[in-house]
């Protein structure tokens, strides 16, 4: 079993639709969860990132960490065709290194 | 600020050929990451530097693979012998900080294709 599981889609919406993008992990002791955002032949850039449980929103963006059943997701909202890209959840292991999802290829169509 | 910097961009060489991907951080980051990036794997770390010393090289598949970082502004990763299971996205990242603070910085990454 990998440590972090994504589905890779791709998944396409409609412009102004709210998308979920989710992940599951295996290792409890993970406290950072992040999530890193890739354009098309670009490298991944960091988009937010929270931590332990809970939510956290930065503009049309929310990430959310239930650590109980170890589940993942970052939402958005109004959804535009600049979002069109592959999004990475990445939690942060105890010893500090980042673990990535396989990402999750997202389409927005206007 | 220029960002992370690495050469070349596409590289394609074929099996049984030397392959030297390049890196420069950004100024003033002591913390440098080489990734691997394919479809299969998705984003794999291989090493890991921190003030030019490797701390953690248990990604590194196996010994066709080596890396250096002579000095905090650039830092090489090599193939030798190169294979066509090693194409892929390279990625080169930099942070500032002595452990994965989380946000790393990453270049545009190398694209290899192994013929």
């Known amino acids: 079993q990998k440590e972090v599981e994504q589905d890779p889609g791709p998944l396409s919406v409609p412009e102004g639709a709210i998308v979920s993008l989710n992940c599951t992990y295996s290792?409890?002791?993970?406290?950072?969860f992040m999530w890193y955002r890739q354009y098309s032949r670009k490298g991944p850039e960091l988009l937010m990132y929270t931590y332990s449980s809970g939510n956290k929103e930065d503009g049309r963006f929310t990430a959310q960490v239930d650590k109980s059943s170890k589940y993942i997701s970052l939402f958005i909202r109004d959804s535009q065709p600049s979002d069109s890209a592959t999004y990475l959840c990445?939690?942060?292991?105890?010893?500090?290194?980042?673990?990535f999802g396989q990402g999750t290829t997202l389409q927005v169509k206007p | 600020d220029a960002g992370v910097i690495q050469s070349p961009r596409h590289e394609v060489t074929e099996m049984g050929q030397e392959v030297t991907l390049r890196c420069k951080p950004i100024?003033?980051?002591?913390?440098l990451f080489w990734y691997r990036q394919t479809m299969m794997r998705g984003l794999e770390l291989l090493i890991y530097?921190?003030?030019?010393?490797?701390?953690?090289d248990s990604g590194m598949p196996e010994d066709r693979f080596s890396a250096k970082m002579p000095n905090a502004s650039f830092s090489t990763l090599k193939i030798q012998p190169s294979e066509p299971r090693d194409s892929a996205v390279y990625f080169c990242a930099s942070s500032l900080g002595d452990r994965h603070t989380g946000e790393l910085f990453f270049g545009e990454g190398s694209r290899l294709t192994v013929l």
């Open positions: 290792n409890s002791a993970f406290q950072y």
């Open positions: 990445a939690p942060r292991s105890n010893t500090g290194k980042l673990i």
């Open positions: 100024s003033g980051h002591n913390s």
């Open positions: 530097f921190n003030n030019n010393v490797p701390i953690d």
